[in-house]
């Protein structure tokens, strides 16, 4: 019997390793003023709920031990919530570190590799640049790359989307693919809405970005449900 979680962990671990992993090349490596690293430090109270809630999924819908590695990142991820600049800063490279390896694990131990891959590049990538946008952060270099690699991502949800049409069954290929176009459609509205604000000039909202992350999570559930046979 399926469970629900089994893909609700993918998505959620993918979010979780790319809000990590660019949070702590920002603190390390971005020229941020001390206002800016206090803002972001701050973010490290909804990356530590991101990787308990990833800890709590997986514990429901996992028997491995990738729950080993995410037990050790929740750990860590934890101590960013200081208002420390030095430990929070340390904390977090090591989390990012420890998030990797916990991802890797997981695309060897679980079915859903795409959606996990999927989900790193769009909701990842989109959550990670709405809380930049909460941060008040400059880094505009970033706010560049954050929608090319949601790009990546719906290329890369299109591929796997046909992989997948070529192997449905023929009784489930209607269903499947009509659930796959709706998929798609959401990833490409979202990232239109994403981009919008390069070709009118604007600052990219906290209300924008936080609609983009809503309808990217929402299609990688969606997705994921597609790709463990839970919609068929």
Not at 7 to 18: D, E, K, R, S, Y
């Amino acid at each position: 019997m399926l469970n629900v979680l089994d893909f609700v962990f993918p998505v959620l671990l993918g979010i979780a390793v790319m809000v990590n992993v660019v949070m702590a090349v920002v603190l390390w490596k971005g020229q941020i003023c001390p206002g800016q690293r206090r803002r972001l430090i701050k973010q490290g109270r909804g990356l530590t709920v991101l990787w308990l809630s990833t800890l709590a999924t997986g514990a429901v819908s996992l028997e491995n031990s990738v729950l080993v590695f995410l037990v050790a990142v929740a750990g860590i991820a934890y101590e960013f919530s200081r208002h420390q600049p030095v430990r929070a800063r340390n904390a977090l490279f090591a989390s990012a570190i420890v998030g990797v390896f916990a991802f890797i694990a997981a695309l060897f131990v679980l079915p859903a590799k795409a959606v996990m891959v999927v989900s790193l590049l769009t909701s990842g990538a989109a959550v990670t640049h709405t809380l930049m946008v909460s941060a008040r952060c400059r880094l505009q270099a970033f706010y560049r790359l954050l929608p090319a690699t949601g790009l990546l991502g719906i290329l890369a949800a299109c591929t796997e989307a046909v992989r997948s049409a070529l192997n449905v069954n023929l009784i489930n290929a209607v269903s499947a693919q009509y659930a796959t176009a709706g998929a798609l459609l959401m990833l490409a509205a979202a990232f239109v809405i994403w981009i919008w604000p390069e070709f009118s000039k604007e600052k990219p909202g906290l209300g924008r970005m936080a609609v983009v992350s809503t309808i990217c999570v929402i299609s990688n559930l969606f997705n994921g449900a597609i790709n463990i046979g839970y919609w068929i």
